[in-house]
């Protein structure tokens, strides 16, 4: 295990580590929660989705439903086994929390975290019904692509392997989220009621994203775990989904009418 300061002028120089005897207490405890956030989310995430593989309006969408909760629960897997050579026990940790559990629909956490649990608290929220769902697939999986992306190069060599397989296949569902609503909307249903689903959304994915000043971002970037700013991944993201939302006459909540 190297020294703090050591470590940091090494990973200031472009190194990377490889296996957990390389790293610190201090990195080892902020990886280790990186790590968390994400498997919490994807076993939280394909849990709920995995309830909305019957509301699919037709077979190829709900075998297209059903692959993507199995890739999510593949990605838990390999990111989980990355935390394994830390000590973390996997059987323990997935019977952690009843994944599948959603508070009411009209709570709205902000940023606040729910203590003990790791997921994202856009995970928290209810899905109801199947445009919903391709409206929150389309949203968060555009972040979750952005937010990622960020891990496919941090300085653990390990995670940044894993999330280089996990990318391009979540951004693969924020496709299929963006074909769903779109054909959805096709074949006759309500704008209005795909707007409200918009509406709801979208400032739950926003806060995703993190407070902008953010204390721990300092801590990430030191360590080499990431490098821009929640503001500068929220900005990337507003753009992407600004435009897909208006080719399809959908709007953000702020210029909604």
């Known amino acids: 295990m190297q020294d703090e300061e050591s470590l940091i002028g090494y990973l200031e120089g472009g190194g990377r ?4 005897e390389t790293v610190s207490a201090r990195y080892r405890a902020e990886l280790m929660r990186l790590m968390a956030v994400f498997v919490d989310s994807e076993m939280a995430g394909a849990s709920g989705f995995a309830d909305c593989i019957n509301l699919a309006p037709g077979l190829r969408e709900r075998r297209v439903a059903a692959r993507m909760v199995l890739e ?16 973390a026990k996997s059987r323990m940790y997935v019977s952690a929390h009843p994944w599948a559990a959603r508070l009411d629909r009209s ?5 606040r975290r729910v203590e003990g649990d790791m997921r994202l608290n856009v995970f928290h929220y209810p899905i109801y019904g199947w445009v919903d769902a391709v409206v929150m697939n389309l949203l968060m999986g555009r972040a979750t692509t952005i937010q990622l992306g960020e891990l496919s190069n941090c300085s653990y060599q390990p995670l940044a392997d894993a999330m280089q397989q996990v990318l391009p296949v979540e951004s693969e ?3 299929l989220g963006l074909s769903g609503l779109r054909g959805a909307l ?7 009621d795909a707007q409200a689903s918009v509406n709801y959304w979208y400032p739950r994915v926003t806060d995703s994203f993190g407070k902008a000043d ?27 989904v600004h435009t897909e ?13």
């Open 107 to 111: 709570t709205n956490l902000g940023t």
């Open 186 to 192: 096709e074949n006759g249903h309500d704008v209005t």
């Open 17 to 20: 580590l490889n296996s957990p």
């Open 245 to 257: 939302l208006g080719a399809l006459t959908l709007h953000p909540p702020a210029v909604a009418g």
């Open 214 to 240: 953010s204390d721990r971002f300092e801590s990430y970037c030191r360590y080499g775990l990431r490098e821009r700013s929640n503001e500068t991944l929220l900005a990337k993201w507003r753009e992407r």
């Open 72 to 87: 999510k629960f593949g990605h838990a897997q390999a990111v989980l086994e990355v935390m394994a050579q830390f000590g």
């Open 173 to 175: 569902h924020a496709d």
